[in-house]
């Protein structure tokens, strides 16, 4: 079973990470070329709406990321006053309430995609709902990983 799990977890945040490095990267060379362009009095209408959406979609996407490995900001101080068995009832609480609060944040993300599919963004001319989308869709992930670093703490492969 745990081995099904690894995999899951592998290819999961693989392919998290591929998307992640190609938006950034995209959003890169996007505002690059756009400061190249003004200094020559000239403007590429689309990129700061690109770049705008780009950055929230990896955002959303990294943070699942940033839960998997551990790297969000969190107090420490009162984790490490306690025993190990203690740190491990606290941070399963900690967890479940975090999975409860990305829930929520799917199903209120879902509940936005849906009330503006139909408004169209100005320049790129796409559904704003693919662009709200980023909210429930980086959640599941953010979910998913909350739910694998659980499995792994009380497997006792806190980092696997």
């Known amino acids: 079973m745990m081995k099904i799990i690894h995999d899951i977890d592998k290819v999961i945040n693989k392919i998290l990470?591929?998307?992640?490095?190609?938006?950034?990267?995209?959003?890169?060379?996007?505002?690059?070329?756009?400061?190249?362009?003004?200094?020559?009095?000239?403007?590429?209408?689309?990129?700061?709406e690109l770049s705008k959406y780009l950055l929230i979609w990896s955002t959303f996407l990294g943070a699942a990321i940033c839960i998997r490995k551990g790297s969000l900001v969190g107090l420490e101080f009162l984790k490490n006053s306690m025993s190990e068995e203690k740190q491990k009832i606290l941070q399963t609480i900690?967890?479940?309430?975090?999975?409860?609060?990305?829930?929520?944040?799917?199903?209120?993300?879902?509940?936005?995609?849906?009330?503006?599919?139909?408004?169209?963004?100005?320049?790129?001319?796409?559904?704003m709902g693919l662009?709200?989308?980023?909210?429930?869709i980086g959640s599941v992930f953010m979910l998913i990983n909350q739910i694998l670093v659980t499995i792994y703490l009380w497997k006792g492969e806190e980092n696997a």
């Open 17 to 48: 990470r591929f998307i992640v490095i190609i938006m950034l990267s995209v959003m890169s060379v996007v505002v690059f070329a756009q400061v190249l362009f003004r200094i020559v009095h000239l403007s590429i209408p689309w990129s700061e």
């Open 131 to 136: 662009m709200y989308a980023a909210i429930p």
């Open 94 to 127: 900690l967890n479940l309430i975090v999975c409860a609060m990305l829930l929520f944040l799917i199903n209120v993300g879902f509940w936005a995609v849906r009330r503006v599919w139909f408004q169209i963004t100005p320049v790129l001319k796409l559904s």
